[in-house]
């Protein structure tokens, strides 16, 4: 069993940066994609950003391109969203997970089927 927590949510202004980390625990991730997804006041759970086991491939939605940088360290089974120049509309509960499934561009529709997730960390972003 794989457990998920994510860390670094808060109150933060518009312009301001903030970095979230999961923390992986219970089985090592190595070969496991992971990636963050993000659920605003009202609104279905989204795709944000992924990043294979190695790290040397990162898919983003156009929303955050530019802004949010994810990043692993599996040494530390890790997962970081650095997250830059953040609005109002980046508030959210942001939510970690992991799957095998390298297919980035298919994760935002697989929304609700990662295999493992956390528990989410609110992030409210002023104006």
């Known amino acids: 069993q794989v457990q998920l927590v994510e860390f670094g949510g808060g109150l933060v202004q518009t312009g301001a940066s903030l970095r979230l980390s999961c923390a992986a625990s219970?089985?090592?991730?190595?070969?496991?994609?992971m990636g963050w997804f993000r659920q605003a006041p009202g609104k279905e759970r989204r795709f944000v950003a992924a990043i294979a086991w190695s790290g040397s491939r990162t898919y983003y939605v156009d929303s955050v391109k530019g802004r949010f940088t994810i990043s692993r360290d599996n040494a530390k089974y890790t997962v970081y969203l650095q997250m830059n120049s953040v609005t109002p509309e980046d508030t959210a509960v942001y939510y970690c997970?992991?799957?095998?499934?390298?297919?980035?561009?298919?994760?935002?529709?697989?929304?609700?089927?990662?295999?493992?997730w956390g528990k989410g960390t609110l992030v409210t972003v002023s104006s």
């Open positions: 997970a992991a799957d095998p499934d390298p297919r980035f561009s298919l994760w935002d529709s697989r929304s609700d089927g990662m295999q493992y």
């Open positions: 219970g089985r090592a991730l190595s070969s496991y994609a």
